[in-house]
């Protein structure tokens, strides 16, 4: 499946969809059905590759990009599925 996707975020219009807007989607989607990995890096890997074989025709997006887009609905995690570890 390939998607479209704006370029940078910072010129992408109201209603594009942007790199961050896609993956903060999906990782939110993944900790919601109990499909996230035991670390925040682990889980970046994933969404790369996932990123990458869902939008192809998008630029190279760093797993360090990943990582600080996702960084606080990782570390909210637990709270947004309701448990108390």
Do not use: C, N
């Amino acid at each position: 499946m390939t998607s479209k996707l704006s370029g940078a975020d910072s010129e992408a219009k109201p209603g594009h969809r942007t790199a961050r807007r896609i993956l903060e989607r999906e990782a939110y989607r993944r900790i919601l059905a109990g499909a996230a990995p035991e670390t925040l890096s682990e889980f970046a890997a994933q969404l790369s590759v996932w990123f990458k074989d869902t939008y192809t025709a998008a630029s190279a997006t760093p797993t360090s990009f990943i990582e600080a887009t996702i960084h606080d609905t990782w570390h909210r995690r637990h709270e947004l599925i309701g448990s108390e570890l």
